[in-house]
């Protein structure tokens, strides 16, 4: 993974254009640029898997337009929620949220058909969107725990400050 720090240099596509995952520090830094480093990310056609570190009160719309992306991890204390259009992003296989403030998912999360692992980490959460619980086989998994409640879906969903980090999370049986 490629790390990249935004407050301390701009992106270098050229550098970048062979990376397949790259990890985004922009803590640091304003909304617009980080707009615009995520807008430069859609030039790198292999670009796979991203982890974002940021501190905004709302994510930019380019995100969905890295419609590459089959990993995405949003780590941001301060984020309430995620972009309505989510489902852009298609071929994305995994999504980890680490959103201390984060109330609830955009019902788009629901179009996500190739997702198979959705890990969140919020004080605030209590469920999934309806559309999206138990899409696959239409059971919860027994596993997928929440702070105050089970909740979650049957591809592997792992919700609250309490899911089990160390381990791939679990899927159910056939």
Same mark, same amino acid.
């Given at each position: 993974?490629h790390? $990249?720090? @935004?407050a301390? =240099?701009?992106?270098? @596509?050229v550098?970048?254009?062979? $990376?397949h995952?790259?990890?985004l520090?922009?803590?640091?830094v304003d909304?617009?640029?980080? %707009?615009?480093?995520l807008?430069e ?9 991203l ?5 905004v009160?709302a @994510?930019? $719309? ?7 992306l089959?990993?995405?991890?949003i780590i941001?204390?301060?984020l309430p ?8 992003l ?6 980890r949220?680490e959103?201390?403030h ?6 788009s999360?629901?179009g996500l058909?190739?997702?198979?692992t959705?890990?969140?980490?919020s004080h605030?959460l ?7 619980r ?13 702070r ?5 879906a049957?591809?592997? %969903?792992? $919700?609250?400050? =309490?899911?089990?980090?160390t381990?791939?999370t679990?899927?159910p049986?056939p």
């Amino acid at each position: 993974m490629h790390i $990249v720090d @935004l407050a301390k =240099t701009d992106l270098d @596509l050229v550098a970048l254009r062979d $990376v397949h995952a790259i990890e985004l520090l922009a803590a640091d830094v304003d909304a617009e640029t980080l %707009a615009a480093a995520l807008t430069e990310l859609r030039a790198l056609r292999g670009l796979r898997s991203l982890r974002l570190y940021s501190r905004v009160r709302a @994510l930019p $719309v380019a995100l969905t337009e890295l419609v590459g992306l089959q990993a995405l991890s949003i780590i941001d204390p301060v984020l309430p929620g995620l972009p309505a259009q989510l489902d852009r992003l298609g071929r994305l296989r995994g999504l980890r949220l680490e959103l201390f403030h984060l109330a609830s998912l955009p019902r788009s999360i629901a179009g996500l058909r190739r997702l198979r692992t959705l890990c969140i980490d919020s004080h605030h959460l209590c469920g999934l969107p309806e559309g999206s619980r138990g899409a696959r086989t239409g059971r919860t998994h027994p596993r997928a725990t929440s702070r105050k409640r089970r909740t979650g879906a049957a591809w592997g %969903a792992s $919700v609250g400050p =309490t899911a089990d980090r160390t381990s791939p999370t679990p899927r159910p049986p056939p």
